[in-house]
């Protein structure tokens, strides 16, 4: 079998030993890693498909498993066993109600706070299962003034994909529905009208700052250097910044409109899936090889929280005394959103995989002043809509 993945070293490091633990359990299972890096994935995976090339198994991103759903490139994974899995995690891999993906960790967005950063400032952390946007305005206000010159309350989020979901859903509509964009430009321009009022409130960093930050290593970002005390990000990069920071970081729910935990209306993501493609040259022992990722205790010991939390709680339950700190931090976190969880919102479409890097872009444009919210609201959805076709 071929199995192809990206990641960095220790990705790669962690899923061989997974593989060659599969292999050693499942005598005349050979198994030909391929992992990449991200920059060339999808590229690569693409033309294999089009070549009727393509491995048997691989690592899929959300933003991509409608498209390859729909051109028919992935095999059913009903086989899968995926009765232990936690309520809200199974629903992610469906695409047209037929599962095609399996959840290889569970994530969600989060505000990250800096508590030393809080206690410097004379500040206490928020009461999150209450706050909204406009007690995160005035608490970085707050914050910024009480820290020393040069340092902020908060990271701008304007071109945070993860942010900028949740606000949408939090106006009542979708980021996509029935394969289309799901907004219209106004909810765009609120979001950035946001983004700019924060900025000029001194709440978060100038646009120059800002606009650095959003491609500097984590080690190197305003956050982790100490420069922002509260920054939104997804809920497994929990462990990277605990470590850049040398700090006991606190995990926030992102405010609501409303001032209550469902009126946040977040949901688990997928931090990645398995799929295996219809062009599997053994298309069974490929399904049990997925299951085996997620399923298996052995599998489960191995790959630990590196793709984020596993679904399947019964190898969550067999790998706590294996966990980090960092990795608890982040199972509690995504306990506490169980009971107040949003439903699982519609995967992007075809010809929206951009959709991070276009809200990035129109929103330095907005930072830097040279579009107002109002326009730079427009262009996106404009943008996006004809991206989508």
């Known amino acids: 079998m071929r199995v192809v993945?990206?990641?960095?070293?220790?990705?790669?490091?962690?899923?061989?030993?997974?593989l060659d633990s599969f292999s050693a359990s499942h005598p005349g299972a050979a198994i030909a890693p391929e992992p990449t890096e991200w920059g060339g994935y999808w590229d690569k995976l693409a033309t294999q498909v089009a070549a009727q090339d393509a491995p048997d198994l691989i690592q899929m991103d959300e933003k991509?498993?409608?498209?390859?759903?729909?051109?028919?490139?992935?095999a059913d994974l009903a086989a899968v066993d995926t009765t232990a899995f936690a309520p809200g995690t199974v629903e992610l891999g469906e695409a047209d109600g037929t599962l095609y993906a399996i959840n290889a960790g569970t994530i969600a967005p989060v505000l990250m706070a800096n508590p030393e950063l809080f206690d410097q400032a004379g500040v206490p952390l928020p009461d999150d299962a209450?706050?909204?946007w406009d007690d995160v305005k005035r608490l970085a206000i707050t914050l910024t003034t009480n820290l020393p010159a040069g340092s902020y309350g908060l990271t701008d989020f304007s071109g945070r994909d993860a942010a900028f979901r949740v606000w949408v859903r939090q106006n009542g509509v979708e980021t996509f529905t029935d394969g289309q964009l799901g907004f219209?430009?106004?909810v765009a321009a609120s979001f950035f009208a946001m983004a700019k009022d924060l900025m000029d409130s001194g709440a978060t960093p100038p646009a120059s700052q800002s606009t650095e930050d959003v491609s500097a290593p984590v080690a190197q970002r305003l956050f982790s250097t100490g420069l922002t005390a509260m920054a939104i990000y997804s809920s497994n990069q929990i462990t990277a910044f605990d470590a850049a920071t040398g700090k006991d970081l606190r995990l926030l729910r992102l405010p609501s409109r409303d001032g209550t935990p469902a009126g946040a209306?977040?949901?688990?993501?997928?931090?990645?899936?398995?799929?295996?493609m219809s062009q599997a040259k053994n298309p069974e022992r490929a399904v049990q090889l997925a299951?085996?990722?997620?399923?298996?205790?052995?599998?489960?010991?191995?790959?630990l929280t590196e793709r984020g939390v596993p679904a399947n709680t019964q190898?969550?339950?067999a790998i706590q005394n294996d966990l980090s700190a960092s990795d608890k931090k982040a199972i509690a976190y995504l306990d506490s959103l169980e009971p107040h969880l949003a439903p699982t919102p519609p995967l992007t479409p075809q010809g929206a995989s951009s959709f991070e890097d276009v809200l990035i872009r129109h929103g330095q444009d907005v930072l830097f002043g040279r579009a107002t919210p109002q326009a730079a609201g427009e262009s996106f959805v404009n943008e996006m809509r004809t991206a989508i076709g």
């Open 265 to 276: 209306r977040l949901a688990y993501q997928a931090s990645m899936y398995w799929c295996v």
């Open 130 to 132: 209450t706050w909204t």
């Open 5 to 18: 993945w990206w990641g960095n070293d220790k990705r790669t490091e962690l899923t061989q030993e997974a």
């Open 184 to 186: 219209g430009p106004e």
């Open 291 to 303: 299951s085996y990722l997620v399923n298996d205790e052995a599998a489960g010991r191995i790959l």
């Open 64 to 74: 991509y498993l409608l498209e390859y759903a729909r051109r028919g490139a992935l």
């Open 315 to 317: 190898v969550l339950a």
